[in-house]
């Protein structure tokens, strides 16, 4: 917005020395209507405003990963927790692990401690005791018009002490996105949705890979097994 009113205020600063300079002219050569002016001023913010999208679109492409496969993006988007809950992770875009952590443990109950507003966790057994915990953050993630944003999104925190893991989940998050679209005139030929396509909401879930007899127990946290389909709370 910043870019836009310095545009702005160049641009009248030249309209008004033009007006001023064949104001005071001494010989008229010719007389300048109203509506000359008015069409002056409308080409000038019409190039004004071209230069501003050019310069803001540059920006949202640094930061926002294209998408190239839009439909096949919202489909991982749509049936995220699908996926989380049928074991299915190696479906998810490699964008959406916002974070991964392993943790070496061999004792037989884990205690799980959460602060936050979500209490469900995944959980995937493996098939041997190998004594290591993974511990990772997916995310729904944001796509607008196109461009993930996923990694503004802050992730889950994991603390192990002793035979607890702590999980502590971000405070709420605001996250400003700006999208500049070609005016409707353009649109109609090109086809472009004059809507901004907005996908996800930026949802965040816990999943553990845990040994095959490790035992979890927590007072708030509801597992959600991904092998055996059953939502369990408290412990076991």
Known sequence: MSILLTLLLIAAFFIFVSMFSIMNLKRKLFTVKVTHWLLIIYVGVLLLSGLYIMLVTKVN???G???ENKNDSWDRVSQFHTILYEGRTNELASRQLLKAESYDFNQNLLNI??????????????DIDDGKIEARVYTDGIIVSGFDFSQHIKPVNF???????????PDHQKINISVVRK??????????NPINDINGDGQLAVYLIIPKSLQLHSDVAQFQYVQDK???????
């Open 61 to 63: 492409v640094i930061n």
């Open 65 to 67: 990963e294209k998408i």
């Open 113 to 126: 401690g959460i602060t936050g507003y979500d209490k469900i966790i995944y959980v995937e057994r493996k």
């Open 159 to 169: 603390h192990m002490n002793d035979d607890t893991l702590k999980i502590t989940y």
């Open 183 to 192: 005016e409707f005139t353009i649109n109609q030929f090109t086809g472009q």
């Open 230 to 236: 059953g939502t369990v709370s408290s412990s076991k």
